[in-house]
């Protein structure tokens, strides 16, 4: 092993950088836990710090653990390693940002903490007030009182995904299917070794992923913050939601949302997404959601939803050419465009004209009515 | 029972080129820490960049037996850590009966009548050395599975009931892979230490396929080797990995070319990409421009 023997970094312990280190990825945004910090301090004895890339490679390994945060990493690290040589002796720490999770079960969370009520739940559970008015309202006509109101109702909402048989097996009732040989064999010691009573075996079914991909482009303003109140609805309802925002840029922002705090979650999804109401490159974002989630296995059998109102600044036919690409994995692809509830509505944007082939579901949801309708057609 | 625990970087980089495989400095001081620290390593990246390998090659230059658990959906302890013989059981039940003996459930449930699947041989081994044992494609087991996992990751130990705990004297050497299909629950990731094995550079891609093809001439593992570094600049669906590189330079060799020209190229066009968009792509954006900047680059 090589000794700490070269003069600039023999005083400092590798507790300290370790420490120091993980400060400075805190405050760059990075989850740096406590144990993947004492990890660092050990391995740091092991490999030593002689060398920078030594140093780098063991913080890759032992503080990193997704391949999105390289580039913050690596700027990270620069900064911290170059100003340890320049001989700063006490590295100026950035102001370290303290998320807290919410996850207190309030009075807005009728159903409790419990998500597995949710998906055995039937179809769809929702708790709507008497306001019938409010249900159809487009959205973009909210006053902001409204808006609140509509929030609340909103996040009363409870998503379920369609079923897919599972590969999971469990103990069956019924005298058929499968043989269950652990407990027949149990049961026969009963009997002195004779299989009298055999048991058996049955699949079960599990819900399909759901991945919800959301226009974040300037001509979904009005609609926007209230999808993304629904998306956050769909990631705290159930197991196996992903949700993405697709602007100039592409940014998922599930973990953002998993908070039960409604207004944090999507607070925290917002500072993630720096692209809110710029421009949109459609067929760019779907490429990019394909080629870095949905192909490799993300969207495979699962419902896709998207967001939009097909309006695309990029070429129709890249847009369309995704959209294949996407309908081929996916168990069901499904298109929510506010504009579809205006009287007279054609798909002539183009970009919404070259997707629309590829679209298994062509819905509104510019109202509560019309989410509502959602949840019921993502569930079948 | 010795571990096998490497005293530098170096050595572990070394130990695993003496066995065919070329890792750089950032695999080399995972694998490192992973053997000192006694801890999983978690291996991320796209298709096809040798992350299975590295079990394999621990394996080989360890000399601990190789043992591979591959994940599927629905994959549960009966098929990852052990199993009753069943119709063995059956038998001796129907035997003792014979005999007039009175049934022992003891007898029933001991090691004699056990399947020990992958999970419980990696903790139950009695060799010198610890077991290599690799976790294959996590990502596609379900969450019910990780955290199961989890617990055997920590505390080395699994709890039969019939017949206790079975703890490993040495932990084995773990290895887990994922293709990102969705994310590795945190606590998992948290139990391990984690490197992204991104696609090697020309240099190091050059020394793989001469490692691994030995029989292509090296004018043309050059060829191919710049060509793969080309391809993957080309935004395609599925960049070629080491692995189809290898491939297309023993396809290439196999045809008798010395080095690459476009016929070839178009032959066999197949060996390296996968997807018809991407072959398209390619031949679209020109053959003959990628087989002159491949040779000039490789020369």
């Given at each position: 092993?090589?000794?700490?023997?070269?003069?600039?970094?023999?005083?400092?312990?590798?507790?300290?950088?370790?420490?120091?280190?993980?400060?400075?990825?805190?405050?760059?945004?990075?989850e740096?836990?406590?144990?993947?910090?004492?990890?660092?301090?050990?391995?740091?004895?092991?490999?030593?710090?002689?060398?920078?890339?030594?140093v780098?490679?063991?913080?890759?390994?032992?503080?990193?653990?997704?391949?999105?945060?390289?580039?913050?990493?690596?700027r990270?690290?620069?900064v911290?390693?170059?100003?340890?040589?320049?001989?700063?002796?006490?590295?100026?720490?950035?102001?370290?940002?303290?998320?807290?999770?919410?996850?207190?079960?309030?009075?807005?969370?009728?159903?409790?903490?419990?998500?597995?009520?949710?998906?055995?739940?039937?179809?769809v559970?929702?708790?709507?007030s008497?306001?019938?008015?409010?249900?159809?309202?487009?959205?973009?006509?909210?006053?902001?009182?409204?808006?609140?109101?509509?929030?609340?109702?909103?996040?009363?909402?409870?998503?379920?995904?369609?079923?897919?048989?599972?590969?999971?097996?469990?103990?069956?009732?019924?005298?058929?299917?499968?043989p269950?040989?652990?407990?027949?064999?149990?049961?026969?010691?009963?009997?002195?070794?004779?299989?009298?009573?055999?048991?058996?075996?049955?699949?079960?079914?599990?819900?399909?992923?759901?991945?919800?991909?959301?226009?974040?482009?300037?001509?979904?303003?009005?609609?926007?913050?209230a999808?993304?109140?629904?998306?956050?609805?769909?990631?705290?309802?159930?197991?196996?939601?992903?949700?993405?925002?697709?602007?100039?840029?592409?940014?998922?922002?599930?973990?953002?949302?998993?908070?039960?705090?409604?207004?944090?979650?999507?607070?925290?999804?917002?500072?993630?997404?720096?692209?809110?109401?710029?421009?949109?490159?459609?067929?760019?974002?779907?490429?990019?959601?394909?080629?870095?989630?949905?192909?490799?296995?993300?969207?495979?059998g699962?419902?896709?939803?998207?967001?939009?109102?097909?309006?695309?600044?990029?070429?129709?036919?890249v847009?369309?050419?995704q959209?294949?690409?996407?309908?081929?994995?996916?168990?069901?692809?499904?298109?929510?465009?506010?504009?579809?509830?205006?009287?007279?509505?054609?798909p002539?944007?183009?970009?919404?004209?070259?997707?629309?082939?590829?679209?298994?579901?062509?819905?509104?949801?510019?109202?509560?009515?019309?989410?509502?309708?959602?949840?019921?057609?993502?569930?079948? | 029972?010795?571990?096998?625990?490497?005293?530098?970087?170096?050595?572990?980089?070394?130990?695993?080129?003496?066995?065919?495989?070329?890792?750089?400095?950032?695999?080399?001081?995972?694998?490192?820490?992973?053997?000192?620290?006694?801890r999983?390593?978690l291996l991320?990246?796209?298709?096809?960049?040798?992350?299975?390998?590295?079990?394999?090659?621990?394996?080989?230059?360890?000399?601990?037996?190789?043992?591979?658990?591959?994940?599927?959906?629905?994959?549960?302890a009966?098929?990852?850590?052990?199993?009753?013989?069943?119709?063995?059981?059956?038998?001796?039940?129907?035997?003792?009966?014979?005999?007039?003996?009175?049934?022992?459930?003891d007898?029933?449930?001991?090691?004699?009548?056990?399947?020990k699947?992958?999970?419980l041989?990696?903790?139950?081994?009695d060799?010198?050395?610890?077991?290599?044992?690799?976790?294959?494609?996590?990502?596609?087991?379900?969450?019910?599975?990780?955290?199961?996992?989890?617990?055997?990751?920590?505390?080395w130990?699994?709890?039969?009931?019939?017949?206790g705990?079975?703890?490993?004297?040495?932990?084995?050497v773990?290895?887990?892979?994922?293709?990102?299909?969705?994310?590795?629950?945190?606590?998992?990731?948290?139990?391990?230490?984690?490197?992204?094995?991104?696609?090697?550079?020309?240099?190091?891609?050059?020394?793989i396929?001469?490692?691994?093809?030995?029989?292509?001439?090296?004018?043309?593992?050059?060829?191919?080797?710049?060509?793969?570094?080309?391809?993957?600049?080309?935004?395609?669906?599925?960049?070629?990995?080491?692995?189809?590189?290898i491939?297309?330079?023993?396809?290439?060799?196999?045809?008798?070319?010395?080095?690459?020209?476009?016929?070839?190229?178009?032959?066999?066009?197949?060996?390296?990409?996968?997807?018809?968009?991407?072959?398209?792509?390619v031949?679209?954006?020109?053959?003959?421009?990628?087989?002159?900047?491949?040779?000039?680059?490789?020369?």
């Amino acid at each position: 092993m090589p000794e700490t023997t070269t003069e600039p970094v023999s005083e400092t312990a590798p507790e300290r950088i370790a420490v120091a280190f993980a400060r400075v990825l805190r405050g760059a945004g990075l989850e740096v836990p406590v144990g993947a910090t004492l990890t660092f301090t050990r391995a740091l004895g092991c490999v030593g710090l002689a060398s920078r890339s030594g140093v780098y490679w063991t913080g890759r390994a032992t503080m990193l653990n997704r391949p999105e945060d390289i580039a913050v990493f690596d700027r990270a690290f620069a900064v911290f390693w170059d100003r340890r040589e320049a001989g700063a002796d006490e590295i100026e720490l950035p102001p370290e940002e303290v998320v807290v999770a919410l996850d207190v079960p309030g009075a807005d969370d009728p159903v409790g903490p419990d998500d597995e009520v949710g998906v055995d739940a039937p179809v769809v559970t929702l708790r709507w007030s008497p306001t019938e008015i409010l249900r159809h309202r487009d959205f973009a006509l909210y006053t902001p009182d409204e808006f609140v109101e509509a929030r609340r109702l909103m996040s009363d909402l409870r998503l379920v995904g369609a079923a897919r048989p599972s590969r999971r097996r469990k103990r069956s009732q019924a005298r058929r299917g499968a043989p269950d040989l652990r407990r027949t064999v149990r049961r026969s010691m009963r009997a002195g070794g004779e299989p009298v009573e055999r048991a058996f075996l049955t699949t079960g079914e599990r819900t399909r992923r759901l991945v919800l991909l959301l226009d974040v482009s300037g001509s979904m303003e009005p609609y926007a913050r209230a999808f993304v109140r629904f998306l956050h609805a769909a990631v705290v309802s159930r197991s196996r939601v992903e949700a993405f925002a697709l602007g100039t840029r592409l940014t998922r922002v599930t973990r953002d949302l998993a908070s039960r705090d409604p207004d944090a979650a999507v607070h925290a999804a917002a500072r993630r997404v720096t692209d809110w109401s710029g421009g949109t490159r459609l067929g760019e974002g779907v490429r990019r959601f394909n080629d870095e989630w949905g192909i490799r296995g993300l969207a495979r059998g699962a419902v896709v939803v998207i967001f939009s109102d097909g309006w695309d600044r990029g070429e129709p036919e890249v847009l369309a050419e995704q959209m294949a690409r996407l309908q081929r994995v996916a168990y069901r692809i499904v298109w929510v465009n506010p504009l579809k509830a205006s009287p007279g509505y054609a798909p002539l944007a183009r970009g919404m004209a070259a997707a629309l082939p590829y679209v298994d579901e062509f819905v509104e949801g510019h109202s509560l009515a019309a989410l509502e309708q959602l949840a019921r057609v993502i569930s079948e | 029972m010795v571990p096998l625990l490497p005293d530098t970087v170096a050595e572990v980089s070394k130990g695993l080129a003496d066995h065919e495989y070329l890792a750089d400095e950032g695999l080399a001081t995972s694998i490192f820490l992973a053997l000192r620290l006694q801890r999983p390593l978690l291996l991320e990246g796209e298709a096809g960049v040798g992350k299975t390998e590295v079990a394999k090659v621990l394996s080989r230059w360890t000399g601990g037996e190789l043992v591979r658990l591959q994940c599927y959906e629905g994959i549960d302890a009966s098929q990852a850590v052990y199993e009753w013989d069943y119709s063995r059981q059956l038998l001796h039940l129907r035997a003792v009966e014979a005999s007039h003996e009175r049934v022992d459930e003891d007898e029933l449930y001991s090691e004699r009548f056990l399947v020990k699947r992958p999970l419980l041989r990696a903790l139950a081994h009695d060799g010198a050395v610890p077991p290599v044992l690799l976790i294959d494609e996590i990502d596609r087991a379900d969450d019910e599975f990780e955290a199961f996992l989890l617990e055997i990751l920590s505390d080395w130990s699994i709890s039969v009931p019939e017949l206790g705990v079975v703890r490993a004297d040495v932990p084995p050497v773990v290895v887990l892979t994922s293709n990102r299909t969705r994310d590795v629950h945190d606590a998992l990731k948290r139990r391990c230490l984690y490197h992204w094995i991104a696609h090697p550079d020309f240099e190091r891609e050059l020394a793989i396929v001469r490692l691994r093809a030995p029989q292509v001439p090296e004018l043309l593992a050059r060829d191919v080797a710049a060509a793969a570094e080309a391809l993957r600049g080309l935004e395609l669906y599925k960049p070629p990995g080491v692995a189809e590189t290898i491939d297309w330079a023993e396809a290439l060799s196999t045809l008798g070319r010395a080095r690459l020209d476009e016929t070839a190229v178009d032959a066999t066009l197949g060996t390296i990409l996968k997807y018809r968009e991407d072959q398209e792509r390619v031949r679209a954006h020109g053959l003959g421009d990628l087989v002159r900047s491949a040779v000039a680059r490789g020369a």
